[in-house]
């Protein structure tokens, strides 16, 4: 069984551009969240969709958006790139939401924005 | 605001030795709790799950401990081998998860 694909593994864009990142989850997962992972803040939780609606949103701004398609696959969009927003991005699956089902991760998108 | 804490940034162990980790938390009643192994840049790899209704769970070498009273799980590798040497997260859920900064363990041979 596959596992979690996230594309592009890594891509530099220059501040003010928007990036476009995907994710194909586990066959048959209808869960997909997506993190922020930078060494001074950790795993920071960005967006949950299911049933390819947002169930949950972190504390991030509107730059930051995503969808969910009929087939459970997921992308997330930046708008405007920020320095800051360098990081990678991490997406996961699991079966449906919440309810401590075991979340699967991705390799993740390393996203330098220079 | 909802604080999660784990104990030290970085941990260094004798390989045979156990490996004990924190995961201390405030203002938030986490209805489970998981640990999470991660290696330098790869994704987060799910261990173990414990919920607020359990004490203690065991998967071979690892134990984890659920204190929802002090608000600590705390994270066991028994006979710890070098090959454990990798930064562990603990993440709480509810609706959603929220992770730790994660502890950098490194098990010298």
């Known amino acids: 069984k596959a596992g979690v694909t996230q594309t592009p593994r890594y891509l530099i864009k220059t501040r003010g551009q928007q990036v476009t990142l995907s994710c194909s989850p586990i066959s048959g997962h209808r869960s997909v969240s997506w993190y922020q992972q930078t060494p001074g803040q950790g795993l920071q939780f960005l967006f949950e969709?299911?049933?390819?609606?947002?169930?949950n949103k972190g504390n991030f701004p509107g730059r930051f958006s995503g969808r969910q398609f009929s087939n459970s696959r997921s992308e997330m969009n930046v708008s405007t790139l920020e320095l800051g927003d360098s990081a990678l991005y991490l997406c996961?699956?699991?079966?449906?939401?919440?309810?401590?089902?075991?979340?699967?991760f991705g390799e993740g998108s390393w996203l330098t924005v220079v | 605001s909802q604080k999660i804490e784990q104990n030290s940034e970085a941990l260094n162990i004798q390989e045979g030795k156990t490996a004990t980790l924190t995961c201390n938390y405030t203002n938030y009643s986490p209805a489970y709790l998981q640990w999470y192994r991660q290696d330098p840049g790869r994704g987060p790899v799910f261990l173990l799950l414990i919920r607020e209704n359990e004490k203690e769970k065991r998967k071979e070498r690892l134990k984890v401990t659920f204190d929802t009273t002090l608000k600590q799980s705390l994270f066991h590798i028994t006979a710890s081998q070098p090959a454990d040497s990798a930064t562990y997260l603990c993440?709480?859920?509810?609706?959603?998860?929220?992770f730790g900064a994660g502890t950098r363990l490194t098990v010298k041979p």
């Open positions: 996961a699956s699991s079966l449906e939401a919440g309810k401590g089902n075991t979340i699967y």
């Open positions: 993440a709480l859920g509810n609706n959603d998860m929220r």
């Open positions: 969709y299911f049933s390819e609606t947002q169930r």
